[in-house]
């Protein structure tokens, strides 16, 4: 059984930093590109950013690009997404997601990650 | 950005009955659309892929149709598990976006 179990969310302050984990199991996590997708309270999904199957390439939406980079550990079937500067526009459940040529067959059940003084 | 339109925002039904959600695309997407379901406490669901295949795993009464810029979600003998929120999303071209969301509840 597919399981992506993400962790790392919580409560931070504007401007500073948190890095999101997620591990997967139940299939083999090199064969697959990944993708961090987000929801804000109340709003939609969001596509975050996504990485190939060895981490040579690497896609976010302009609104993270330069603060937020997504990497991953096939070793230890291992997603990341370390956010610097963060924003209050950027609180939301952070959800870690198998990418299959752009769509998203397997969701985490999400990290929340809250940015507020 | 492609933005995608879905109507309703919000459907009610009764066990039985049929339903259909559309999705349109500010442009021509091929058919490189995606069919979400989110149900609280449960991880998304991916439905239909390419605009009509059923992911494996989902159940028969739903299907996918359309190309370019009009698609259309059919769920046929709503069961009481179906009521949830729909999401579609677009993989035509980055970023990838999703529409705003269909939230089906029992009349």
């Known amino acids: 059984e597919v399981q992506l179990v993400e962790s790392g969310g919580g409560l931070v302050q504007p401007g500073r930093s948190l890095k999101l984990s997620c591990a997967a199991s139940?299939?083999?996590?090199?064969?697959?590109?990944m993708a961090w997708v987000r929801q804000a309270p109340t709003k939609g999904l969001e596509w975050v950013a996504s990485?190939?199957?060895?981490?040579?390439?690497?896609y976010y939406r302009d609104s993270v690009k330069g603060r937020f980079t997504i990497s991953r550990d096939n070793a230890k079937s291992s997603l990341y997404l370390q956010m610097d500067s963060l924003r209050s526009e950027d609180t939301a459940t952070y959800y870690c997601?198998?990418?299959?040529?752009?769509?998203?067959?397997?969701w985490g059940q999400g990290t929340l990650v809250t940015v507020s003084s | 950005d492609v933005q995608m339109t879905q109507s309703p925002s919000y459907l009610a039904a009764s066990p039985g009955e049929s339903v259909s959600i559309s999705c349109k695309a500010s442009?021509?997407?091929?058919?490189?659309l995606a069919w979400y379901q989110e149900k609280p406490g449960k991880a998304n669901k991916l439905l239909i892929h390419?605009?009509?295949t059923l992911q494996s795993g989902t159940p028969s009464r739903f299907s996918g149709s359309g190309s370019g810029t009009d698609f259309t979600l059919t769920i046929r003998s709503l069961e009481s598990e179906d009521f949830a929120v729909y999401y579609c999303?677009?993989?035509?071209?980055?970023?990838?976006?999703f529409g705003s969301g269909t939230k089906l509840e029992i009349k």
């Open positions: 997601t198998t990418d299959n040529y752009g769509w998203f067959a397997y």
């Open positions: 139940g299939f083999t996590f090199s064969d697959y590109y």
């Open positions: 990485i190939s199957y060895d981490g040579g390439s690497t």
């Open positions: 442009k021509s997407i091929s058919n490189n």
């Open positions: 390419s605009g009509s």
């Open positions: 999303q677009q993989y035509n071209e980055y970023p990838p976006t």
